[in-house]
Structures are given as C-alpha cells and as structure tokens.
C-alpha cells in the first residue's frame, strides 16, 4: 500500500511525553506553573507584554468578545472566509456578525470592500456609527490573520479608528507571523491563537489571547477561571483556608497543565518548525510555478512574513479553460477525490460562513453577496505541509495533482 500522506501531522519527540510525565509526577496537573511559563514563552516569542492562557482559540475570542463590551445591538465584523468559531465568538454575546468580504488573493479581510461598505451601511451618531437602516451601533472588527499570513492590519486600524471599533485579532492560524518584522499581536489589539492539532505547534486543544496591557491581562485571567477573586496560586499559597468571592459570572476557560508541558516541549522546537514549513512551502512555489499552471500558490504581500499553517492555492480558471466558478469548483472537488484515493489528503482552505447553515438562515445571505469569499470558499485548496513532509512526499503530491488533473480532464 501507497504511503498515506496526511493534511497536517504534529511535530512531536519524546520531549513532549517526558514532560507530560514529569507534569504528572508533580501531583499539578490543572492549570498552574507550566502554564505560566507557557504564556511567558509564547508571548515572548511574539515580542507581546502578556499571554493568558485558555482551552482554545474560540474561548480566547469569547473572553475577548465579551471583555470588548460587545452585546445586543452591536454590530461586529467579520471576515466571511474564516472558521466558524470567529463570527460564533461574535454572536455568543448577542452581538451581530456582520460578514465581510476578502480578496481571494491573501484570503484575507478586503481593504477596500470593508471601506466602501462602512461609508455605504453607517452613519455618524451622537457617540459613534450606527446602521442606516436598523439602528445597530457600529462596535468591533476581528481581522483574522488566515493561514499564516496577517491582515492588513495598519490599514484596518486606521479604519476601526476612524470609526470607533474596537479591534480584535483572530491569530489562530498565524503564531508566529508578522508585518515589517512586527509579530501579530504587535499591532496593539489583543490577538488569540490556536494550539489545536492543525496548527504550528499544539497542545491537544488550547489558545492563548496576546496583549501588551498587564491590567488588560489580569482581567482576562480573572474571567478565564470563574470571575474568582482569588487564583489557586493564591489560595494555595495560602496559609490558612481562603474563599474566593465571585461578584460577576466567569468561565472556565483554564488551560491544564498537561498541555502546557506539552506547549513547552513545542515551544524548544518553534524555529525549526517555521523554518521547515517556510522552506517546505517555497519548495511548493517552485515545483508549481514549474509544473502546475493551473494552480496559484499563495501570495505573500511585500513585507509580510508568511508562516504557512496551511499551504492554501487557488484553481486558476484560465489555465484549464473554465468559465465559472461553479465549473472550477467541480474540477477542484474532483481532482481532491482522486488524491484522496491516491493516499493524499488535501481539504478545501476554509468556509465562505455566508454560505453555511447557521448565518445563511439567521442574515439570508445569497453566495455572491460576498463574491471574494464565495470564490476563496470553492476555488481553494490547501496542500499537506508539515516538518515531517519529505521532499519526495512532496514531489509525489505534485506527480498525482498533475495526474489527477489529467484523468479529470480526458
Ligand atoms: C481562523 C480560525 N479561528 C478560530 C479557530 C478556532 O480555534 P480552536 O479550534 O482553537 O478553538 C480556528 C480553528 O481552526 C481558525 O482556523
């Protein structure tokens, strides 16, 4: 049998068992001093002031959602191509996600969409924007920096300014990126990245929020265990028995323990896995500019430093001689079927969220409302890419795309 040759596969030794082992013997296994010294690495690696630590990158974005203030009649947007957690940690707190569109290129938030549908839908009020036709108050923003590459986050700062929005940032893919050598996270709106599986580094589940305001990250630390007036550190350094007070309702969003020792151990390996997606996916530039004109890698603005969580390319239309993106999209679904029988997983980049169940019925959104989106939604196609990935791996996934492409096409 061929060798299988999956999406994403973690980068793991025997570093990461021997500290969950050691983590065990401890007795410490909630949250505690591995998680500390998780969140002083990570935020120090993102040249950020604080990181605080959670079960995820969806309840990193809830606990900033709600921290933002956001609620009934607000109106928050969102990138429509993003994971569905982004516009859900918006919605959490009965705010509404307005879906906005990007351009295909970077799959990321469209500079000049978002400006002109600001200008178009809002208006100036006593004390910020508000929707022409329903009233909401124009509340937040939350660029996602997608795949590895940042937003154009100067440019959507200078906009969230002008219009009052507060900005946060959805990092979950994007550890490790940056803009003129400035990390995200860097950029002075708290960020929230991911450690799931599919992500540069992992501990199972997990997520972390990146702010440079210490107060900012007392608060969030506080609301991740509960609103406890006290942290277990306190209590049990304690000589006494101490009771917290609870004035507010909390979450708990704690990451363990367990997991920060295996975040740790990622973290002794983080250069070397940027550098071997970084130099794994320039490795894919070449081969398809070479051998696959029908398949756009991803493009990388000037400046941006790209992190490659996910090698996403797009099907170029032109280059097979299709008219739409409906013919495109059959094309792509098709040569995918066929590396998947072949033992090679590739996936669709993410969701055009327009076009799903839950925000297709609650706004009624029609595919092309968010034309960009839409297009990022069928055309894309993200290759396997992880440090394991051998250069003959790689030349196989090129071999059988191309071949793929020819059995679809005879
Ligand atoms: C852009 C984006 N935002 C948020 C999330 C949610 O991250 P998590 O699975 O850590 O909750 C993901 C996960 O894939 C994502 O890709």
């Not at 959490?92 to 569109?101: K, S």
């Not at 894919?284 to 992190?307: N, Q």
Request: proline share 4%; charged share 20%; with cysteine.
């Amino acid at each position: 049998m061929k060798k299988q040759i999956p999406i994403m596969k973690p980068y793991f030794d025997d570093r990461e068992a021997a500290a969950v082992a050691e983590a065990l013997k401890s007795g410490w296994v909630a949250q505690g001093p591995r998680v500390a010294e998780f969140e002083r690495l990570v935020a120090a690696h993102e040249g950020v002031g604080y990181g605080v630590a959670t079960t995820s990158c969806t309840t990193a974005l809830h606990l900033l959602t709600v921290t933002a203030g956001f609620g009934v009649g607000d109106d928050v947007l969102v990138p429509s191509f993003t994971f569905v957690a982004t516009p859900n940690s918006v919605e959490y707190t009965g705010a509404r996600a307005v879906l906005a569109d990007v351009d295909p290129a970077t799959f990321n938030l469209s500079v000049p969409w978002l400006e002109s549908f600001l200008a178009e839908n809002y208006a100036a009020g006593d004390d910020g924007y508000y929707h022409r036709r329903d009233g909401n108050r124009l509340a937040g923003i939350v660029p996602v920096n997608l795949f590895g590459l940042c937003a154009e986050l100067p440019a959507i700062n200078r906009i969230a300014a002008q219009y009052g929005m507060k900005v946060i940032e959805d990092s979950a893919c994007a550890f490790g990126a940056m803009i003129d050598g400035t990390h995200e996270g860097g950029f002075g709106n708290p960020s929230a990245l991911s450690f799931h599986p599919r992500k540069s580094i992992t501990t199972g589940e997990g997520g972390m929020i990146l702010t440079d305001s210490e107060e900012f990250a007392g608060r969030l630390r506080v609301l991740r265990s509960h609103a406890a007036s006290l942290s277990e550190t306190q209590r049990h350094r304690a000589k006494g028995y101490l009771l917290p007070e609870f004035d507010e309702i909390g979450f708990n969003y704690r990451m363990t323990d367990l997991q920060a020792a295996v975040g740790i151990a990622q973290m002794e390996k983080i250069d070397l896995i940027t550098a071997a997606r970084r130099r794994l996916a320039g490795r894919y530039d070449r081969l398809l500019a070479e051998r696959v004109p029908w398949l756009i890698a991803p493009y990388v603005p000037a400046g941006y430093t790209h992190v490659y969580q996910t090698y996403c390319c797009r099907i170029r239309l032109e280059a097979l001689g299709l008219k739409s993106i409906e013919e495109g999209n059959r094309f792509r679904n098709a040569v995918m079927d066929l590396l998947e029988t072949n033992g090679i997983a590739t996936r669709q980049g993410t969701h055009a969220t327009h076009t799903l169940g839950t925000y297709r019925g609650r706004y009624g959104y029609a595919a092309y409302d968010l034309p960009g989106a839409y297009e990022s939604d069928r055309l894309s196609i993200a290759l396997p890419l992880y440090v394991e990935l051998t250069d003959e791996d790689q030349d196989r996934v090129i071999d059988e795309l191309i071949r793929s492409a020819a059995v679809r096409r005879s």
